[in-house]
């Protein structure tokens, strides 16, 4: 079992920035990603950023360009920063931690993030 706990989120203004954090517990020896997803009511869950425990780092399309990551394992927290929010950024964001043997997913509570004046 991984737990996930977020931190971060609120009311941002168009042109802002987020930080999100995440911190995972219990069995992070098995995690060998961690990443943050977003999700809108009636849309899939989305790619942010994801870092690997070997080290490698993906992006969202729609952040890609906006977006940092950092996390000195991928395996135990991750701190997601996005700029120059656009209203179509609002959405509730979730952090990832995936595992192997067998592969699953867990996923932190969500927070909500809202871009508005």
């Known amino acids: 079992q991984v737990q996930l706990v977020e931190s971060g989120g609120g009311l941002v203004q168009p042109g802002g920035s987020l930080r999100l954090s995440c911190a995972a517990s219990g069995s992070i020896f098995s995690v060998v990603a961690m990443g943050w997803f977003r999700q809108v009511p009636g849309k899939q869950r989305e790619l942010v950023a994801r870092?690997?425990?070997?080290?490698?780092?993906t992006f969202g399309a729609s952040v890609k360009g906006r977006c940092t990551v950092s996390s000195n394992n991928g395996q135990d927290a991750i701190d997601l920063q996005v700029h120059n929010l656009k209203p179509e950024d609002t959405a509730v964001y979730y952090c990832n931690a995936e595992v192997t043997g067998p592969p699953y997913d867990y996923w932190g509570q969500g927070t909500q993030v809202t871009v508005s004046s």
């Open positions: 870092v690997s425990s070997a080290g490698r780092t």
